[in-house]
């Protein structure tokens, strides 16, 4: 009796888990994926141009050219019919807002804005690119996700470097 209960309480929770998180999309991703390559491009350009610090700038490089990548990857996978979305050309009221801050920002606040920054896009990211891959709907998308779910992760370890 005692091991049924075990195995109802095991699978109740392995189901429950299952359930528990929604499939995200193909479009609602290749979104997501467009507004984070922006938001990393726009945010590291900045820091080319105001980070007082020696380690930011070629982090803040590295970001800039890495997204450009992704960007026109994901761009030529919708192009090319194999992800059926409409990528936002403009930030979205959240992500704009954070760049607003940021942008009032100088010196150390702006560097330690701009790590913190970093380092909570990466986290998300590297797990909303781990889900899609997991989970993932369009089989194209989902082996684009799993491919550049690595260098996602290098970013992240990175940016827990810078900070």
């Given at each position: 009796?005692r091991a049924?209960?075990?195995?109802?309480?095991?699978?109740?929770l392995?189901?429950?888990?299952?359930?528990?998180?929604?499939?995200i999309?193909?479009?609602?991703?290749?979104k997501k994926?467009a507004i984070?390559?922006?938001?990393?491009?726009?945010?590291?350009q900045?820091a080319?141009s105001?980070?007082?610090?020696s380690d930011?700038?070629p982090?803040?490089?590295?970001?800039?050219k890495?997204h450009?990548?992704?960007?026109?990857?994901?761009?030529?996978?919708v192009?090319?019919?194999?992800?059926?979305?409409t990528l936002p050309?403009?930030?979205?009221?959240?992500h704009q807002?954070?760049?607003?801050d940021l942008?009032?920002k100088?010196?150390k606040?702006f560097?330690?804005?701009y790590?913190?920054?970093?380092?909570q896009?990466?986290?998300?990211?590297?797990e909303?690119f781990?889900?899609y891959?997991?989970?993932?709907?369009?089989?194209d998308?989902k082996?684009?996700?799993?491919?550049?779910?690595?260098h996602?992760k290098?970013?992240?370890?990175?940016?827990?470097?810078?900070?």
């Amino acid at each position: 009796m005692r091991a049924s209960v075990s195995l109802l309480v095991v699978a109740g929770l392995w189901t429950g888990s299952a359930f528990g998180q929604e499939r995200i999309s193909s479009e609602d991703f290749a979104k997501k994926v467009a507004i984070s390559d922006k938001m990393e491009i726009e945010s590291s350009q900045l820091a080319l141009s105001r980070s007082p610090d020696s380690d930011t700038k070629p982090f803040a490089e590295k970001m800039v050219k890495d997204h450009q990548e992704t960007s026109a990857e994901l761009k030529a996978l919708v192009e090319g019919g194999k992800v059926k979305a409409t990528l936002p050309s403009a930030l979205d009221a959240e992500h704009q807002k954070k760049l607003d801050d940021l942008k009032a920002k100088s010196g150390k606040d702006f560097d330690s804005a701009y790590d913190r920054m970093q380092m909570q896009a990466h986290e998300e990211a590297v797990e909303l690119f781990e889900q899609y891959a997991r989970d993932g709907d369009n089989p194209d998308l989902k082996a684009w996700a799993a491919k550049t779910l690595p260098h996602l992760k290098e970013h992240l370890a990175m940016a827990k470097r810078l900070s």
